[in-house]
């Protein structure tokens, strides 16, 4: 994970909540604003230094899921958009081009955020947002439970290995009997650490680290780009562009 000096993590959260936002909100055959919103991850990534290099690459795995939503949109819409140099494009290739870019883009702020900030400050910062305590606490605690759940599954597994005599297909029943091994197994284990955590003064709430608290920097960085992406949702700099190029 790598750590920001620039902001800290209810700063992030809340100026990634509202990327996403913009990024949803652009209607579907304006896929140019699209494009000016990628300033975001790549700034942000380079200045985090996280690297934007790192960001792209791990955003691809979300590629095929996207293409398939919006596959069949250009034969499905085939009124005509606008013709550039003799070439038809149609507003179903215009939504899977949005579909596109609003999947990656999602997709990178999304990783920006869990790669500064780890995916349990991203939890314990919804409080400082004003979400009440009990639902950050309870989803803090449903990602813990998951980890929990895994881990258990990676010990029976090995477990099953180890007896198998290098066994690799096993029928419905034994694989019904696993999992029901497996949920008795973490829930037991569950309640283990909830004792565990009464006993250490745990009354419902998690407390919060000090790294939340909102400091000059945080502001900063929330309300310049929070102005930076209002901008570029509601303005339009392809028509500079277009105004600027046609004077030249």
Do not use: C
């Amino acid at each position: 994970m790598a750590g920001s000096a620039f902001t800290a993590a209810p700063a992030m959260l809340l100026v990634t909540i509202i990327y996403l936002v913009a990024v949803l909100t652009i209607p579907i055959f304006q896929p140019q604003k699209l494009i000016w919103l990628g300033a975001y991850p790549i700034m942000a990534s380079e200045i985090t230094g996280i690297g934007f290099l790192k960001v792209l690459l791990r955003s691809l795995w979300i590629l095929p899921l996207v293409v398939v939503i919006g596959i069949f949109n250009p034969i499905l819409d085939t009124e005509t958009a606008f013709v550039y140099q003799g070439m038809v494009i149609s507003k179903g290739w215009l939504s899977l081009v949005s579909i596109i870019l609003r999947g990656l883009l999602s997709f990178q702020a999304l990783i920006i955020l869990i790669m500064n900030t780890g995916l349990i400050n991203v939890f314990n910062s919804f409080s400082r947002l004003g979400i009440p305590s009990i639902l950050t606490t309870q989803m803090l605690l449903t990602y813990r439970y998951i980890i929990i759940i895994a881990g258990e599954a990676i010990v029976m597994k090995r477990a099953r290995e180890a007896r198998g005599y290098g066994r690799s297909n096993y029928p419905i029943k034994e694989w019904a009997r696993f999992v029901g091994l497996l949920m008795i197994r973490s829930t037991n284990r569950a309640k283990r650490i909830h004792q565990a955590m009464k006993a250490r003064g745990f009354e419902g709430v998690l407390p919060l680290g000090s790294h939340l608290k909102w400091t000059i920097s945080s502001w900063l960085w929330a309300i310049g780009w929070v102005a930076a992406i209002a901008f570029l949702r509601f303005y339009d700099l392809s028509r500079l562009f277009l105004q600027f190029s046609h004077r030249m």
